[in-house]
C-alpha cells in the first residue's frame, strides 16, 4: 500500500491496525461511517448468536428439547431482522416519515390484543401474543413506533415548541398511553425503557428544559408506584439494597448472586467457548436477560470489554453521522434509536454486574429473543436510510431520473467556456452545441 499517497488523500499521516479504526472514527464522513454501523452491527448480533447456543443447550437438554432449537430460531429471526434491515436502510427520509402513525396505530392495537385470548403470559409478564404457534412481543416494536411517530410531531411543531401544551400534547398522552398498557401486563423493565425513550425524543426534539423536567420527575414516580405495587419487585430491590434475609440467596437474590458468580470466575479471558458452569441450571433465563453473565464467565474480561466497545463503536459512528444532517426529523430518529439501544444495553449489564436491581431487561443483539432482535435490527435499518448523504436515492425512489436530470445540467453548465458570461454569444453557441449533440445521440 502506497502510505505516502494514503496521506495526501486524508491529510493525516498514514496508520496501521489499530490506527485504521482510529481514523474511520475521525472522519465523520457518512460514506465511511455508515458501513462500520453495520459492521458493528453485524458483529454484535454474531456474538449473541454463539451465545445463546452456549447458553441455551443445557437447559434444552435438561426439559427433553433439541440443543439446537433455541439457537435455529434466533438465527431465523436474524435473518429477518437483517432483510428488514436493509429494506428499511433503502427507503427515503419521506417514507420513514410516513410510517410514524401506521406504526403507531399498529403497535396500540397489537398491544391490545395481548389482553384477549391471544395473549399469553411469560414468567408473569403478559406481553406477549401467540398466533400459529408464532410468539411476539408487541411492546419491543412499540419502541421503534413511538420514535418514528414522535420525531414526525416534533419536526412538525418547532415553531411552537416554547409553549407547553405544544410540546407535550400529543406526545406525552401517546407516550402515557403505551406505558400504561404495557404496565399493565407487569412489564416494569419495558415500561421504563420506553420512558426513557421518550424522554430522549423529547431532549432531541428541542422540548425546553423545564418541560422535560416535569415530564421526567412524573416518570420516576410512576417508576417507583409500580415497584411499590409489587411484592415481587420490592423484594427484588430489597435483596439489590442487602436488607433481604439469610435464605435470600435461595429466593429473590438468586438470580443476581448466581450471575455475579459467573462474572467472578471469568477472570481475565474466560474459562471458554461453552465451557460455562453457571448456565447449568444454575442461573434462571441465561440465555434471555442474564447472558452477559455466561459471556462473561465464556470469554472473560476481554470478552466483555469487546462487546462494550463495539456498543462504544456504535455510539460514536451514529453520533458523527448524524451531526451532519441538517434535517431535524433525521436527528430526532437517529439519535433517539442509538439512546434506546445503548440505554437499554447499559441496563442490562448494570443489572447483571449488580448495580442495578433485576428488572428483566435484554441485551440488545445478544439476548434470545425475536422480537427484540428484530425490533433493534430495524431501529438500525432507519438509522441508515436518515443518515444517507444528501442528493443520493435508492432506486426504485426516482433516484435514476433526479441523477440523470441533475447530471444534464450539469453538463449544461459546464459548456460555457471558462470566462464566458451566462448570456454571452459564446456561452449561447456552446449550449446550442451541447444540445444538438444530446439530439444526435
Not at 362 to 380: D, K, N, R, T
Given at each position: 500500500?502506497?502510505?505516502?499517497?494514503?496521506?495526501r488523500e486524508t491529510g493525516r499521516p498514514a496508520r496501521?491496525?489499530?490506527?485504521?479504526?482510529?481514523?474511520?472514527?475521525?472522519?465523520?464522513?457518512?460514506?465511511?461511517?455508515?458501513?462500520?454501523?453495520?459492521?458493528?452491527?453485524?458483529?454484535?448480533?454474531?456474538?449473541?448468536?454463539?451465545?445463546?447456543?452456549?447458553?441455551?443447550?443445557?437447559?434444552?437438554?435438561?426439559?427433553?428439547?433439541?440443543?439446537?432449537?433455541?439457537?435455529?430460531?434466533?438465527?431465523?429471526?436474524?435473518?429477518?431482522?437483517?432483510?428488514?434491515?436493509?429494506?428499511?436502510?433503502?427507503?427515503?427520509?419521506?417514507?420513514?416519515?410516513?410510517?410514524?402513525?401506521?406504526?403507531?396505530?399498529?403497535?396500540?392495537?397489537?398491544?391490545?390484543?395481548?389482553?384477549?385470548?391471544?395473549?399469553?403470559?411469560?414468567?408473569?409478564?403478559?406481553?406477549?401474543?401467540?398466533?400459529?404457534?408464532?410468539?411476539?412481543?408487541?411492546?419491543?416494536?412499540?419502541?421503534?413506533?413511538?420514535?418514528?411517530?414522535?420525531?414526525?410531531?416534533?419536526?412538525?411543531?418547532?415553531?411552537?415548541?416554547?409553549?407547553?401544551?405544544?410540546?407535550?400534547?400529543?406526545?406525552?398522552?401517546?407516550?402515557?398511553?403505551?406505558?400504561?398498557?404495557?404496565?399493565?401486563?407487569?412489564?416494569?423493565?419495558?415500561?421504563?425503557?420506553?420512558?426513557?425513550?421518550?424522554?430522549?425524543?423529547?431532549?432531541?426534539?428541542?422540548?425546553?428544559?423545564?418541560?422535560?423536567?416535569?415530564?421526567?420527575?412524573?416518570?420516576?414516580?410512576?417508576?417507583?408506584?409500580?415497584?411499590?405495587?409489587?411484592?415481587?419487585?420490592?423484594?427484588?430491590?430489597?435483596?439489590?439494597?442487602?436488607?433481604?434475609?439469610?435464605?435470600?440467596?435461595?429466593?429473590?437474590?438468586?438470580?443476581?448472586?448466581?450471575?455475579?458468580?459467573?462474572?467472578?470466575?471469568?477472570?481475565?479471558?474466560?474459562?471458554?467457548?461453552?465451557?460455562?458452569?453457571?448456565?447449568?441450571?444454575?442461573?434462571?433465563?441465561?440465555?434471555?436477560?442474564?447472558?452477559?453473565?455466561?459471556?462473561?464467565?465464556?470469554?472473560?474480561?476481554?470478552?466483555?470489554?469487546?462487546?462494550?466497545?463495539?456498543?462504544?463503536?456504535?455510539?460514536?459512528?451514529?453520533?458523527?453521522?448524524?451531526?451532519?444532517?441538517?434535517?431535524?426529523?433525521?436527528?430526532?430518529?437517529?439519535?433517539?434509536?442509538?439512546?434506546?439501544?445503548?440505554?437499554?444495553?447499559?441496563?442490562?449489564?448494570?443489572m447483571v454486574s449488580g448495580l442495578l436491581p433485576v428488572?428483566?431487561?435484554?441485551?440488545?443483539?445478544?439476548?434470545?429473543?425475536?422480537?427484540?432482535?428484530?425490533?433493534?435490527?430495524?431501529?438500525?435499518?432507519?438509522?441508515?436510510?436518515?443518515?444517507?448523504?444528501?442528493?443520493?436515492?435508492?432506486?426504485?425512489?426516482?433516484?435514476?431520473?433526479?441523477?440523470?436530470?441533475?447530471?444534464?445540467?450539469?453538463?449544461?453548465?459546464?459548456?460555457?467556456?471558462?470566462?464566458?458570461?451566462?448570456?454571452?454569444?459564446?456561452?449561447?453557441?456552446?449550449?446550442?452545441?451541447?444540445?444538438?449533440?444530446?439530439?444526435?445521440?
Amino acid at each position: 500500500m502506497d502510505t505516502g499517497q494514503e496521506q495526501r488523500e486524508t491529510g493525516r499521516p498514514a496508520r496501521r491496525g489499530l490506527g485504521k479504526l482510529a481514523v474511520w472514527l475521525e472522519d465523520d464522513s457518512p460514506g465511511r461511517l455508515r458501513p462500520l454501523i453495520l459492521a458493528v452491527v453485524l458483529t454484535l448480533s454474531a456474538i449473541g448468536l454463539v451465545e445463546v447456543a452456549s447458553a441455551s443447550s443445557v437447559e434444552s437438554v435438561a426439559a427433553g428439547n433439541n440443543p439446537y432449537d433455541l439457537p435455529l430460531k434466533q438465527a431465523m429471526w436474524t435473518v429477518a431482522g437483517v432483510v428488514i434491515m436493509l429494506a428499511l436502510a433503502r427507503m427515503s427520509v419521506r417514507r420513514i416519515r410516513w410510517l410514524g402513525w401506521p406504526l403507531l396505530i399498529g403497535s396500540l392495537f397489537a398491544l391490545v390484543l395481548v389482553f384477549t385470548p391471544l395473549g399469553m403470559s411469560v414468567n408473569g409478564n403478559r406481553n406477549w401474543l401467540s398466533v400459529g404457534g408464532f410468539t411476539a412481543q408487541p411492546s419491543e416494536f412499540a419502541k421503534l413506533s413511538l420514535i418514528v411517530w414522535g420525531a414526525g410531531i416534533l419536526d412538525r411543531k418547532q415553531a411552537l415548541l416554547g409553549q407547553w401544551k405544544h410540546a407535550v400534547i400529543p406526545l406525552g398522552p401517546a407516550g402515557a398511553l403505551i406505558m400504561g398498557v404495557v404496565a399493565l401486563g407487569h412489564d416494569l423493565g419495558t415500561t421504563m425503557i420506553i420512558m426513557l425513550i421518550l424522554a430522549a425524543t423529547m431532549f432531541y426534539g428541542g422540548v425546553r428544559m423545564k418541560v422535560f423536567s416535569v415530564a421526567g420527575l412524573i416518570c420516576v414516580a410512576a417508576a417507583l408506584v409500580l415497584a411499590a405495587t409489587s411484592g415481587n419487585r420490592m423484594g427484588r430491590i430489597s435483596s439489590w439494597l442487602g436488607m433481604g434475609s439469610d435464605e435470600d440467596a435461595q429466593g429473590m437474590g438468586y438470580q443476581a448472586q448466581h450471575g455475579a458468580y459467573a462474572l467472578a470466575s471469568g477472570s481475565w479471558f474466560g474459562v471458554g467457548l461453552g465451557q460455562s458452569r453457571q448456565k447449568w441450571n444454575w442461573i434462571p433465563e441465561a440465555h434471555n436477560d442474564f447472558i452477559f453473565s455466561i459471556l462473561g464467565e465464556e470469554l472473560g474480561f476481554a470478552g466483555s470489554l469487546l462487546v462494550l466497545g463495539l456498543f462504544a463503536i456504535l455510539a460514536i459512528a451514529v453520533f458523527k453521522t448524524i451531526a451532519r444532517t441538517t434535517d431535524t426529523f433525521s436527528r430526532i430518529v437517529a439519535c433517539s434509536i442509538i439512546t434506546w439501544i445503548l440505554g437499554q444495553a447499559v441496563i442490562n449489564i448494570a443489572m447483571v454486574s449488580g448495580l442495578l436491581p433485576v428488572i428483566g431487561v435484554p441485551l440488545p443483539f445478544i439476548s434470545y429473543g425475536g422480537s427484540a432482535m428484530v425490533s433493534s435490527l430495524a431501529g438500525i435499518g432507519v438509522i441508515l436510510a436518515v443518515t444517507r448523504p444528501e442528493g443520493t436515492v435508492s432506486p426504485g425512489h426516482g433516484g435514476s431520473s433526479l441523477r440523470r436530470g441533475r447530471l444534464g445540467r450539469a453538463r449544461l453548465r459546464g459548456a460555457r467556456p471558462e470566462g464566458a458570461r451566462p448570456n454571452s454569444p459564446v456561452a449561447g453557441r456552446a449550449a446550442k452545441q451541447v444540445r444538438e449533440h444530446a439530439h444526435q445521440r
